[in-house]
């Protein structure tokens, strides 16, 4: 399905919906008549005479609109048309008319792959119907959606593709895939052999009861006249069954959302490359598969890290954090003005916030107020949690450098994200942010503008947070 805006007098569509605030809509000819079918003004009414959905909202925000751009398209994905015009009752703004078109095409997305027989889907273009041109600059507004939306349904793809699939050497076909589809993206992957020679010791460790290897996959967009240069790392845990910390045979469903991280930096770094930012991007990508067998890193053992660090493991499903102290040591490396991590890390981070808000750390106030406040606009629902000395405590090992599990069950999304700070170096500290994504990535319920399964959390936030660099540059 596609989007457009359409200007003047004259739209052919074959069906129309019509957008209000319920307080004027219930003052209009049309409410009257609706009335006497029972439409009380609250929610969605089709009228099938004049092939009209009337919907009715309290207020005309961005976020009403978004959403209910994804339940328009929804709406009429089983019915017989296949272009449907909107109009917004009222006053129309380049943000709303931006939250209708990328709602509709996120909206539009499920995972059908694993179906044989697949449902229909007759609607091929939603068109905003702008009858007054109001809007300005439409094209650029179109193309930005479509981009976006794309990247966030191809991230939502990946994460639902299935274990048996999706192994880290699949990761690494894909992302070079993406290197061999922009034509602006570089692409390295580096192997179990290159990863020894980088001392990822942490990193092989958890992967080492795979049968499927490791791969470090680094994602490099480089503009001419970039200013900047932010470094993304995303968690890539193809599948976590826990190690031989073996999660409960409940957890271990959705795990395969636990490389939404990674999927996401892929993401992003696609869209930045196709909206031609002028920011150099890199995504690193920690793809592994946490198992067990007569080799699995165990609960005791000493981890020697990239950075030199000793890690003592006490719970071996406390792996994501391994894999990342590796790929931020990487990562720093690259020297970046912005290194930023997204991880489905903890739990604890969806009992604190629940299911649909990330949670983002670090020590720099003023960086992680900027990226919740771009969050937030996105559409994306994000939340500060703050670090402290007592945490912190909570970590510390008394026969290596560092704890990887917390001596406590409180504040775990918390102490996840001090370990990991562990690993950034003095000079990157106030430039490094982490994202716990735990919460939104995988959800087992349609919600919001989201479909049951993974949602691409982290990309429209990441995206918007890029622009806005790029902007400031």
Same mark, same amino acid.
């Given at each position: 399905? /596609?989007?457009?805006? =359409?200007?003047?007098?004259?739209?052919?569509?074959? !069906?129309?919906? &019509? *957008?209000?605030? #319920? %307080?004027?809509?219930?003052?209009?000819?049309?409410?009257?008549?609706?009335?006497?079918?029972?439409?009380?003004?609250?929610?969605?009414?089709?009228?099938?005479?004049?092939?009209?959905?009337?919907?009715?909202?309290?207020?005309?925000?961005?976020?009403?609109?978004?959403?209910?751009?994804?339940?328009?398209?929804?709406?009429?994905?089983?019915?017989?048309?296949?272009?449907?015009?909107?109009?917004?009752?009222?006053?129309?703004?380049? /943000?709303?008319?931006? =939250?209708?078109?990328?709602?509709?095409?996120?909206? !539009?997305?499920? &995972? *059908?792959?694993? #179906? %044989?027989?697949?449902?229909?889907?007759?609607?091929?273009?939603?068109?905003?119907?702008?009858?007054?041109?109001?809007?300005?600059?439409?094209?650029?507004?179109?193309?930005?959606?479509?981009?976006?939306?794309?990247?966030?349904?191809?991230?939502?793809?990946?994460?639902?593709?299935?274990?048996?699939?999706?192994?880290?050497?699949?990761?690494?076909?894909?992302?070079?895939?993406?290197?061999?589809?922009?034509?602006?993206?570089?692409?390295?992957?580096?192997?179990?052999?290159?990863?020894?020679?980088?001392?990822?010791?942490?990193?092989?460790?958890?992967?080492?009861?795979?049968?499927?290897?490791?791969?470090?996959?680094?994602?490099?967009?480089?503009?001419?006249?970039?200013?900047?240069?932010?470094?993304?790392?995303?968690?890539?845990?193809?599948?976590?069954?826990?190690?031989?910390?073996?999660?409960?045979?409940?957890?271990?469903?959705?795990?395969?959302?636990?490389?939404?991280?990674?999927?996401?930096?892929?993401?992003?770094?696609?869209?930045?490359?196709?909206?031609?930012?002028?920011?150099?991007?890199?995504?690193?990508?920690?793809?592994?598969?946490?198992?067990?067998?007569?080799?699995?890193?165990?609960?005791?053992?000493?981890?020697?890290?990239?950075?030199?660090?000793?890690?003592?493991?006490?719970?071996?499903?406390?792996?994501?954090?391994?894999?990342?102290?590796?790929?931020?040591?990487?990562?720093?490396?690259?020297?970046?003005?912005?290194?930023?991590?997204?991880?489905?890390?903890?739990?604890?981070?969806?009992?604190?916030?629940?299911?649909?808000?990330?949670?983002?750390?670090?020590?720099?106030?003023?960086?992680?107020?900027?990226?919740?406040?771009?969050?937030?606009?996105?559409?994306?629902?994000?939340?500060?949690?703050?670090?402290?000395?007592?945490?912190?405590?909570?970590?510390?090992?008394?026969?290596?450098?560092?704890?990887?599990?917390?001596?406590?069950?409180?504040?775990?999304?918390?102490?996840?994200?001090?370990?990991?700070?562990?690993?950034?170096?003095?000079?990157?500290?106030?430039?490094?942010?982490?994202?716990?994504?735990?919460?939104?990535?995988?959800?087992?319920?349609?919600?919001?503008?989201?479909?049951?399964?993974?949602?691409?959390?982290?990309?429209?936030?990441?995206?918007?947070?890029?622009?806005?660099?790029?902007?400031?540059?």
């Amino acid at each position: 399905m /596609k989007v457009s805006i =359409a200007q003047g007098q004259n739209i052919k569509i074959d !069906a129309n919906v &019509c *957008i209000a605030k #319920k %307080s004027d809509f219930t003052k209009s000819a049309s409410f009257k008549k609706l009335k006497a079918f029972g439409f009380e003004g609250e929610g969605k009414f089709f009228s099938q005479e004049e092939k009209t959905l009337y919907v009715c909202l309290e207020t005309l925000d961005s976020e009403s609109i978004r959403e209910i751009g994804a339940q328009i398209v929804r709406y009429f994905k089983a019915l017989p048309y296949k272009s449907v015009g909107v109009n917004l009752e009222g006053k129309w703004n380049e /943000k709303n008319a931006y =939250a209708l078109l990328i709602g509709a095409l996120l909206g !539009a997305y499920e &995972c *059908i792959v694993y #179906k %044989s027989k697949k449902p229909p889907f007759v609607l091929k273009e939603l068109i905003l119907c702008d009858e007054k041109a109001i809007l300005k600059d439409t094209q650029n507004m179109v193309n930005k959606a479509t981009i976006i939306a794309e990247n966030v349904n191809f991230v939502r793809e990946i994460i639902n593709t299935i274990p048996q699939v999706a192994t880290p050497k699949y990761l690494a076909k894909i992302a070079k895939q993406v290197s061999k589809d922009s034509g602006q993206i570089e692409c390295v992957v580096l192997d179990e052999n290159d990863l020894e020679k980088e001392k990822m010791n942490a990193f092989l460790a958890v992967n080492r009861a795979s049968n499927n290897p490791p791969r470090l996959i680094h994602l490099a967009y480089k503009p001419k006249g970039a200013k900047k240069r932010i470094v993304l790392v995303g968690k890539g845990l193809t599948y976590d069954c826990g190690g031989l910390s073996l999660k409960p045979a409940d957890y271990m469903v959705t795990m395969k959302a636990d490389k939404s991280g990674g999927c996401a930096v892929m993401g992003i770094i696609q869209a930045i490359a196709a909206l031609g930012v002028k920011i150099e991007v890199h995504s690193i990508i920690g793809a592994a598969e946490n198992m067990i067998g007569g080799n699995a890193y165990k609960p005791d053992d000493v981890l020697v890290s990239r950075e030199g660090k000793t890690i003592e493991v006490r719970n071996t499903d406390a792996e994501g954090r391994l894999v990342l102290a590796d790929c931020l040591s990487y990562a720093q490396d690259l020297n970046p003005d912005v290194l930023i991590d997204f991880a489905t890390l903890t739990g604890a981070c969806v009992v604190a916030l629940g299911e649909y808000t990330s949670g983002i750390m670090g020590h720099n106030t003023a960086l992680k107020n900027r990226f919740e406040s771009i969050a937030l606009e996105s559409g994306e629902l994000m939340a500060t949690l703050p670090f402290n000395r007592h945490i912190k405590k909570l970590i510390e090992s008394k026969i290596a450098d560092v704890c990887n599990i917390s001596s406590s069950r409180y504040g775990g999304a918390i102490s996840a994200g001090l370990f990991l700070s562990e690993f950034i170096r003095k000079e990157y500290q106030d430039k490094w942010l982490h994202i716990d994504i735990a919460g939104p990535a995988y959800v087992e319920k349609e919600w919001d503008i989201n479909p049951f399964g993974a949602s691409g959390a982290g990309v429209r936030a990441g995206v918007e947070f890029i622009l806005d660099l790029a902007s400031k540059a």
